[in-house]
C-alpha cells in the first residue's frame, strides 16, 4: 500500500476513534506545545566576525551594544514591537584565545556586566553574552562561556561550553580553558531556553538533554556556519535553534528541520518572529497542503508547509485560541499522534518495531 493511502486510511480510523491515542498505553510521547496559547518571540541574530587586532575591550562591548541596538531597530521596524531575546556569536566579547585563554579571559562582573544588564534594560530583551570567561584569578581558571541576561538586567545563568575543541597535538583544550560540566535550562518569561556553543553541535547528548529537560529554543553561538547538523539536531529534538556565527550565514532552524530565516552577506543582522506553540502537521488529504486551514482560519493561522517534506509547521496567531484547537477543528493528527497510533498498528499486526 502507497504511504499516502496507508497514513489516509489510519485517518480514517482516527477520526472513528478506531485507534485510540497512546498516552494510555505508557509509551512516553514528544513533548507538544500546541495546546499552549500563541507565544510570539522575536530572535535577534548576527554573522560578525572577530578576527584581527582586539580594539580593547571598551571598544569591543560598543561594537557589541551597538548590534544589539541595530537588531532593535529592525524588531521594530518589521514587527511594530521590541525583540525577545539578541543572540551573539561564540567568544564575541574576547575574541580567539590564541595560545592562552587565561590570558585573553575577562570577568563577567564590572565593565561587561554593567554595560549588558543597562542593555538588556534599555531595549527590554535578554541577551546572550559568549566571552572566555575568567572564572578565577587565583585558581588561574577559564572557560568558554555565554552569560544569559534577563530584560530587567537581571543575570540569569551561564552555559559554560562543554565540548571544547582539542588539539590532539598539543594534548589541550582550546589554549587551556576548562570545560563546563552542565546543561541548564533557562525559564524565560516567553518560554524555555538552552544554550549550546560551537563544536558542541558535534555531540547529541547535549542536545537531547537540553530537549529532554523541556528546552524548546537552544541558541548556538558559534564560529562555524555549518548548516545540515544545526537542521537535523532541531527537527530530532522538536526545538528552534539560532546560530549566531562569524561567516558565511546567520539561521534560524525549525523543529521540521528546515531553516525558518537566514542572513548572508552583505547584510548581518537577522531578526524573525517565531512562536513556541506550534503543531507539525504530516501530510494528509484533509491538510491539502495547509490551505484547508486557511480556508477555515484565513489570517488567525500562520503556516510554513514543505511539500518536499510531506509536513509543514502551523501555529495561531489569534491570541485566544490555540493551534491545537485548529488542528483538532480541521480534523487532522499531529506528526506525533500519527506516529503513536502508526506504532500501535504495526504492534497489532506483528510488525517489529
Not at 55 to 77: C, F, K, S, Y
Not at 100 to 124: I, N, Q, W
Not at 225 to 245: F, H, L, W
Request: proline residues 4%; aromatic residues 8%; glycine residues 8%.
Amino acid at each position: 500500500m502507497h504511504r499516502r493511502t496507508f497514513l489516509a486510511t489510519l485517518s480514517s480510523f482516527a477520526a472513528l476513534d478506531a485507534v485510540p491515542a497512546l498516552a494510555a498505553s505508557g509509551e512516553e510521547r514528544v513533548r507538544t506545545t500546541s495546546n499552549t496559547l500563541p507565544r510570539k518571540v522575536i530572535v535577534g541574530t548576527v554573522m560578525q566576525s572577530f578576527w584581527g587586532q582586539y580594539p580593547g575591550l571598551r571598544a569591543r562591548l560598543d561594537q557589541l551594544t551597538g548590534i544589539v541596538d541595530q537588531m532593535a531597530a529592525q524588531a521594530q521596524q518589521a514587527y511594530g514591537r521590541g525583540m525577545d531575546l539578541a543572540i551573539l556569536p561564540e567568544v564575541a566579547i574576547t575574541g580567539e584565545a590564541g595560545d592562552d585563554a587565561l590570558a585573553h579571559s575577562v570577568a563577567f562582573e564590572g565593565e561587561v556586566k554593567d554595560v549588558f544588564t543597562r542593555k538588556a534594560r534599555e531595549r527590554g530583551c535578554y541577551i546572550v553574552v559568549p566571552t572566555y570567561l575568567l572564572d578565577s584569578k587565583e585558581k588561574k581558571s577559564c572557560s568558554n562561556a555565554a552569560i544569559l541576561v534577563g530584560r530587567k538586567g537581571e543575570v540569569v545563568g551561564t552555559y559554560r561550553k562543554v565540548h571544547l575543541v582539542v588539539s590532539l597535538e598539543r594534548g589541550t583544550m582550546e589554549s587551556g580553558a576548562a570545560p563546563g560540566h552542565a546543561l541548564p535550562v533557562f525559564d524565560c518569561d516567553f518560554g524555555k531556553l538552552g544554550i549550546q556553543i560551537c563544536y558542541d553541535m558535534d555531540f547529541a547528548e547535549g542536545w537531547t538533554e537540553l530537549a529532554r529537560r523541556g528546552a524548546e529554543l537552544i541558541a548556538w553561538p558559534t564560529q562555524s556556519p555549518q548548516t545540515s547538523q544545526p537542521a537535523s539536531r532541531a527537527r530530532e529534538n522538536r526545538c528552534y535553534i539560532v546560530s549566531s556565527t562569524w561567516r558565511h550565514n546567520a539561521s534560524i532552524f525549525e523543529p521540521t528541520g528546515k531553516i525558518a530565516a537566514q542572513v548572508k552577506p552583505p547584510q548581518s543582522i537577522l531578526v524573525h518572529e517565531l512562536d513556541l506553540s506550534y503543531a507539525l502537521l504530516p501530510w494528509s488529504s484533509k491538510l491539502q497542503n495547509g490551505e484547508a486551514f486557511r480556508k477555515a482560519y484565513g489570517d488567525k493561522v500562520g503556516f510554513h508547509y514543505y511539500e518536499d517534506e510531506d509536513c509543514g509547521i502551523f501555529w495561531s496567531n489569534d491570541p485566544k485560541t490555540t493551534v491545537g484547537q485548529m488542528v483538532r477543528s480541521v480534523g487532522v493528527l499531529e506528526l506525533e499522534d500519527e506516529l503513536a497510533r502508526v506504532r500501535r498498528f504495526y504492534r497489532a499486526k506483528g510488525v517489529r518495531i
